[in-house]
């Protein structure tokens, strides 16, 4: 069960640093793909603190 929460968190972390760097790239809402970017990061941290 925690492997497929990892792996779930890692997927979506992926998906808003990916959305908030193509929103970045285009010049669309900077504040949403800022705050895209953070919630992918916090996302990795969340794992990377699961994993330790």
């Known amino acids: 069960m925690s492997?497929?929460?990892?792996?779930?968190?890692?997927?979506a972390g992926i998906a808003l640093t990916g959305g908030g760097i193509t929103m970045l790239a285009k010049n669309h809402d900077?504040?949403?793909a800022a705050l895209?970017?953070?919630?992918g990061l916090v996302m990795f941290g969340n794992v990377a603190v699961w994993v330790i």
């Open 3 to 11: 492997g497929t929460v990892l792996s779930i968190l890692m997927l």
């Open 30 to 32: 900077r504040k949403q």
């Open 36 to 39: 895209m970017l953070v919630a």
